[in-house]
C-alpha cells in the first residue's frame, strides 16, 4: 500500500501553497471574472451550513458566485501583495487512504494556509494601504479529479478554498 | 499662498527703474539677485513682478505659519555650520587657511551712494549668498578679512567656503553684475572638467534663485537669465532640451538623502517660461514628488491633456498656479480635472478647493463593498471562546502547559516573520528598528524560504518540537482580552472535515477555525518589562480530543511589526453603517455588536441563563435574536417560553 512520508506531506501542502497564493491574488488583482472559480461550489452541509465559508471584514457569505461578482463589481482597484505565506496539513485522509496510489493520496487531504501582506486600495503607490492577513482551509477540487486537464497544469484548479477568513490588520 | 501672479503690482506701471528702486529699500538683506531674472525685460514687467511676490507671500506664509521666525532660522544657520558640502561631486577643497578673493564691477552700484560706498551692504550680500545653498547640511559662510584697493574689493574667507563665494561671480547685486575670482586669477578657480563645470555653473544658477527660508526654488524666466544667456544654453535645440533635466540631476546631487532635498526645496516656481507642454520639465516629479507649491502661471498651457502628464504625480501638493494660461479661456471647466489630479490640493489660483476637514476625511478608507464589521464569531457551547482566553492568558504564563493541554503528537505548529508588513497608520514617528533577531532562526515564510528540508525543519509536530521552540520565544505579554479587547480582531467559524481521533468518522468532524489579531509585549528576559510591542495573526485549527476535550490540529502565527488596533473598530471606516452595509447583512451568523466584548456577552449569556434557566446554547441564540440587548432578551424569552422544548432548560 502507497504511504506518504512526512517529506511528502511538506512537499505537496508548500507547493499547493505557493501555486494556489500566486493564482487567487493575481485573480483578485487582475482576473476578478475567474474568483468564483477559486472556491468549492456552493453546498449547505447536512448540519445546515453553507459551504463555502468565506467571511471577509467580517462579511459572511457561503456563495463563491455571489462573492465574485460583488468582488469583480463593486471593488475598487486593488493591489494585494502577500509578504509571507505558510501553510499545514489539517486532514491527511479525507477518503479511506485503502488501495490509493500515492499520487491519489496526495490529494486525499486538506490544507491550512496563512497569508500576511498588504493591499494598496484605489490606485497604485498613492492609494491607501491596508496591512491583510488571509486565512483559508484549501481542498483538492474533486471536480477536477479525473475530468477536464487532470494533470496538466494551469489546467483547472487543483486545490479550492472551503472556508476563508480576510481581515484588513492595519 | 503663493500668488495671485495674474494681479500685476502696482509697481508694474511705473517701469522697471520705479520697482527696483523701491525693492533696493524694501529688502532688508539688499538682495536683488533674483529680481535680475524674474524682472524680466522687453515689457514682460506685470507679469514677472508677479513671479516676484510669489516668492514674498511664500516668505509671509512661513513666518506667519511656521514654527521659527525667519530671524530666529537665521540664528540657527549662523551655528549650525559644519563642512562644504554644498557639492556631493566635489569635495576635495582644501580645509585650513584663508583664502582671498577679488570683488570688482561693484561700484557703480546703487548702493554706492552709501557712506561706505555700498562696501558693508556687500559684504553682508555676499555673506548671506553664499550661505543660501542647496545642501543637506547648513554652512554660514563669514568674510574673515575685507579691504577695498581702488577698485577692487579683496575678501578673505576660510578655505573652503571660496567654492562657494566664488559662485556668486556675475550674479546681480544692487543693480550690476558682480565680479568674483581668485587672486592670482586662474579664472574663478574652479577647473575640472567640462563636466564639471557645467555641473558648477547650473548649481550656482539653482542657489541664485534659491531661497533658503522660504524653501523656494525660483526657476520662472529662465530663458532671460543672464548665466544660462551666456552659455548660450536655449539658443540650441539640443542643450536646451537637456538643461531641465540636468537642472534636476544636480539639484539631486546637491543633497546626501532624499528627505534633506524634500525638505529643503517646497515651492517652486517655473513661472514665464513660455512652456506649452511639459516636456521639457517632465522629470520635476521625479526630483520633488513632495512639493507642496508650484507656480505655473504666465505660461502657455492651453489644454489639460498639455499638464496631464503630471496627473497623479505630486501627491503632496498643496497650491498650484495656473492663472495667466491660455487654457483659462480655453477650457474653463479645467479646475475639476486639477482638482481631481492633485488629492491633497488646498488651493488652486489662490481659491480655497478643499479644506483641512475634506482632506482628513478623505485619507479614512471610504466605502468598500466588503465594509469593516464587527467580528463574525460562530461558536459552539463556549469552545472556542474557553479556548481562546486559556490558550491567551496560557502562552504569556505557562507555555509548558498550555502544549500539554492542547498539542498532542499530531498537532502542528509553525511561525512566520511578515518583517515588511505595515506598521501602525496612526503612528508617524520615525520608525524604530524591528530586530527581528530571535524569530528569524525558525521563521518558515514560505516566500523566503523556499528549500523542501528547511520547510520542513521549521515546521514543528508534537508536543515536545512545540514546546522546545515556544521556549525559545521571547516572553510576552498579550493584551488583556477582557479589559483590552478592542485590541484584538478575533473570529471563528465551525470547520468540518477536522480529524476525528476517536477514528469513528473516516472523513472528519466538525471542529473550529479560529482567527486571532492582536498584539503583545515582548519582555525583557532580565527585568520583565515591555520590550517592544509586535502585532500577531494566529490561525487555529481545533478538532476534538485531548484533556480538555478540544486538541489543537493546526497553529499557525505570524508575527510582524506593530501594526495598531484601528483597523479592527468598525467606527473608524466610513460606510460601515451605510447604505452598502444594510443591503448586505450577513445571514444567519451571529455577530457581537461593535463595543461588545467576548467577555461581556460570556456574562449576559450567563446572567440570562440564571434568570431564566435556558441552556447557555438557548441563551445565547435569544440574545443573538435581539441584537444583545438584555432586557428585550428577557421579554422575548416570556413571549416564547411556553413553546420552548424541554431541551431548552437546564436540568434541575
Redesign the interface.
Known amino acids: 500500500m502507497a504511504t506518504l512520508t512526512e517529506t511528502d506531506y511538506t512537499r505537496v501542502s508548500t507547493d499547493a501553497a505557493e501555486s494556489f497564493a500566486d493564482a487567487f491574488y493575481t485573480a483578485l488583482n487582475g482576473s476578478r471574472n475567474q474568483l468564483a472559480s477559486f472556491y468549492v461550489p456552493a453546498i449547505t452541509q447536512p448540519s445546515g451550513r453553507g459551504l463555502p465559508h468565506i467571511s471577509y471584514n467580517g462579511d459572511v457569505l457561503n456563495d463563491p458566485v455571489a462573492f465574485a461578482t460583488r468582488f469583480e463589481k463593486e471593488m475598487p482597484w486593488t493591489h494585494f501583495e502577500p509578504q509571507s505565506l505558510d501553510v499545514h496539513v489539517l486532514n491527511r485522509a479525507l477518503t479511506p487512504v485503502e488501495g490509493k496510489s500515492k499520487k491519489e493520496l496526495e490529494r486525499n487531504m486538506s490544507l491550512t494556509v496563512q497569508v500576511s501582506g498588504y493591499v494598496r486600495l484605489y490606485e497604485r503607490k498613492d492609494g491607501p494601504m491596508k496591512g491583510f492577513s488571509d486565512s483559508f482551509v484549501l481542498v483538492p477540487n474533486k471536480e477536477e479529479v479525473g475530468a477536464k486537464g487532470t494533470g496538466k497544469s494551469g489546467q483547472g484548479r487543483q486545490w479550492v478554498i472551503q472556508t476563508q477568513n480576510l481581515r484588513f490588520v492595519t | 499662498m503663493v500668488a495671485r501672479a495674474n494681479r500685476a503690482s502696482k509697481n508694474a506701471s511705473r517701469g522697471p527703474a520705479a520697482t527696483r528702486r523701491d525693492r533696493t529699500k524694501v529688502d532688508r538683506d539688499g538682495d536683488l539677485s533674483m529680481d535680475g531674472p524674474v524682472k524680466g525685460r522687453g515689457g514682460r514687467v506685470g507679469k514677472a513682478s508677479g513671479a516676484s511676490n510669489a516668492r514674498k507671500d511664500l516668505t509671509a506664509g512661513k513666518a506667519k505659519g511656521g514654527i521659527l521666525s525667519a530671524a530666529s532660522q537665521r540664528a540657527i544657520l549662523k551655528h549650525a555650520g559644519a563642512g562644504d558640502v554644498a557639492m556631493l561631486g566635489s569635495r576635495t577643497v582644501p580645509s585650513r587657511g584663508l583664502t582671498e578673493l577679488k570683488v570688482t564691477n561693484w561700484n557703480k552700484s546703487k548702493a554706492s551712494t552709501n557712506p561706505d560706498g555700498g562696501v558693508s551692504s556687500l559684504i553682508s550680500w555676499l555673506e548671506k549668498k553664499a550661505s543660501n545653498r542647496l545642501s543637506s547640511r547648513v554652512r554660514t559662510v563669514k568674510i574673515k578679512k575685507s579691504q577695498v584697493e581702488g577698485e577692487d574689493l579683496i575678501v578673505s574667507v576660510p578655505a573652503e567656503d571660496a567654492g562657494a563665494v566664488l559662485r556668486l561671480d556675475g550674479w546681480q547685486w544692487a543693480g550690476v553684475n558682480v565680479k568674483v575670482e581668485r587672486i592670482g586669477g586662474d579664472a574663478g578657480g574652479l577647473g575640472g572638467s567640462k563636466t564639471e563645470q557645467t555641473r558648477d555653473m547650473i548649481k550656482g544658477v539653482l542657489e541664485r534663485r534659491y531661497n533658503i527660508e522660504s524653501k523656494f526654488l525660483d526657476l520662472s524666466i529662465l530663458r532671460q537669465d543672464e548665466k544660462l544667456k551666456e552659455q548660450s544654453i536655449f539658443n540650441v535645440r539640443s542643450t536646451a532640451g537637456k538643461f531641465f533635466p540636468a537642472m534636476m540631476r544636480v539639484l539631486e546631487g546637491a543633497f546626501e538623502t532624499a528627505k534633506d532635498k524634500d525638505e529643503a526645496v517646497q515651492s517652486v516656481s517655473l513661472a514665464n517660461n513660455e512652456l506649452s507642454d511639459l516636456t521639457a520639465i517632465s522629470t520635476l516629479p521625479q526630483t520633488l514628488p513632495k512639493l507642496k507649491n508650484l507656480d505655473l502661471s504666465n505660461n502657455k498651457f492651453e489644454k489639460l491633456g498639455q499638464l496631464a502628464l503630471w496627473k497623479?504625480r505630486f501627491?503632496h501638493l498643496e497650491q498650484i498656479i495656473l492663472t495667466g494660461n491660455p487654457i483659462e479661456q480655453a477650457e474653463p471647466d479645467y479646475a475639476s480635472s486639477i482638482i481631481q489630479w492633485f488629492?491633497n490640493l488646498r488651493t488652486l489660483n489662490g481659491i480655497q478647493v478643499r479644506t483641512e476637514e475634506d482632506i482628513a476625511n478623505r485619507?479614512k478608507?471610504p466605502d468598500?463593498?466588503?465594509?469593516?464589521?464587527?467580528?463574525?464569531f460562530q461558536d459552539e457551547g463556549g469552545i472556542a471562546e474557553g479556548f481562546i482566553r486559556n490558550f491567551i492568558a496560557g502562552f504569556d504564563t505557562d507555555r509548558a502547559a498550555l502544549t500539554a493541554m492542547y498539542y498532542d503528537e499530531q498537532s502542528?505548529f509553525?511561525?512566520?516573520?511578515?518583517t515588511?508588513?505595515?506598521?501602525?497608520?496612526s503612528n508617524t514617528e520615525q520608525t524604530e528598528k524591528q530586530e527581528w533577531g530571535d524569530y528569524i532562526k525558525n521563521s518558515?515564510?514560505?516566500?523566503?524560504i523556499s528549500q523542501?528540508p528547511a520547510?520542513?525543519n521549521r515546521?514543528f509536530?508534537g508536543p515536545q518540537a512545540v514546546s522546545d521552540v515556544f521556549a525559545a520565544f521571547p516572553k510576552t505579554k498579550h493584551a488583556d482580552l477582557a479589559t483590552e479587547a478592542k485590541k484584538y480582531?478575533i473570529?471563528a467559524?465551525?470547520?468540518?472535515?477536522?480529524?476525528d481521533p476517536s477514528g469513528a468518522s473516516?472523513?472528519?468532524v466538525?471542529g473550529f477555525?479560529i482567527?486571532i489579531?492582536g498584539e503583545f509585549d515582548e519582555l525583557d528576559s532580565a527585568t520583565g518589562q515591555p520590550k517592544k510591542k509586535r502585532?500577531f495573526?494566529r490561525?487555529f485549527?481545533l478538532g476534538p480530543g485531548g484533556p480538555s476535550g478540544v486538541r489543537i490540529?493546526?497553529d499557525?502565527l505570524?508575527v510582524?511589526a506593530y501594526?495598531?488596533a484601528q483597523?479592527?473598530d468598525?467606527d473608524n471606516f466610513e460606510g460601515a453603517n451605510g447604505p452598502?452595509a444594510a443591503a448586505?447583512a450577513?445571514?444567519g451568523?451571529p455577530?457581537l455588536p461593535a463595543g461588545l466584548s467576548i467577555e461581556m456577552a460570556e456574562q449576559m449569556c450567563l446572567e440570562l441563563q440564571k434568570q431564566t434557566r435556558m441552556t447557555i446554547g438557548y441563551a445565547k441564540e435569544c440574545l443573538e435574536q435581539v441584537n444583545w440587548d438584555f432586557p428585550t432578551a428577557l421579554q422575548a424569552f416570556e413571549s416564547v417560553k411556553a413553546n420552548l422544548p424541554p431541551d431548552a432548560f437546564v436540568a434541575a
Open positions: 497623479k501627491y488629492p485619507s478608507v468598500l463593498p466588503f465594509p469593516i464589521r464587527s467580528p463574525a502542528d509553525s511561525y512566520s516573520v511578515n515588511q508588513a505595515p506598521r501602525d497608520p518558515r515564510n514560505l516566500k523566503k523542501l520547510r520542513q515546521l509536530r480582531m473570529e467559524h465551525i470547520q468540518p472535515g477536522v480529524p473516516q472523513s472528519g466538525d477555525f482567527s489579531h502585532s495573526d490561525t485549527i490540529v493546526n499557525i505570524t510582524r501594526g495598531g483597523a479592527f468598525p452598502a448586505s450577513p445571514e451568523v455577530q
